[in-house]
């Protein structure tokens, strides 16, 4: 039988741990790129995520209660349509060796379905194995592609 994952939503006394954490997953994942690592950048984006309506940071705690795997993500209207609400994930990490993906996605969307989405949008900064693979499993079809430029 699998570990057990808890999901919850993140708390500003959860803001500590999640810090640590993300630090390390910039030093795997961003070692190789200008983007800089600033502390204090980070600690204000994640309590906006917290304390701002329409944001939301959701963690993933393995079995010992640390923090595994975290979702961020925002609920916007559409540009198009008054009544469309999107459900934008714009972070997502799991921990290597953990297996809390599936959990992740699944609080996600039931948040953002309870804020209004009509729609999810995903998307991965690296093409990580089995992102494609495990999205497809909840439903998700590719529909565009993202290009980008340091300027």
Not at 51 to 60: F, T
Not at 100 to 105: N, P, T
Not at 114 to 134: D, E, M, P, Q, T
Request: glycine residues 10%; negative net charge; aromatic residues 8%.
């Amino acid at each position: 039988m699998g570990k057990k994952v808890r999901v919850k939503l993140a708390k500003l006394d959860d803001l500590r741990e999640v810090l640590e954490v993300a630090r390390a997953w910039n030093r795997r994942d961003y070692s190789k790129t200008s983007l800089e690592f600033d502390d204090e950048s980070v600690k204000r984006q994640l309590a906006g995520l917290v304390v701002e309506e329409g944001r939301v940071l959701i963690l993933a705690l393995g079995e010992d209660g640390r923090v595994i795997g975290d979702i961020a993500g925002v609920v916007v209207p559409s540009i198009w349509c008054d009544d469309e609400v999107w459900g934008h994930c714009i972070s997502w990490h799991v921990l290597p060796g953990e297996d809390c993906g599936a959990e992740l996605l699944s609080a996600f969307e039931l948040w953002a379905e309870n804020h209004g989405a009509r729609w999810i949008s995903l998307s991965s900064v690296r093409n990580h194995r089995g992102f494609g693979r495990l999205v497809g499993k909840f439903g998700y079809e590719q529909s565009e592609v993202c290009f980008r430029k340091e300027v």
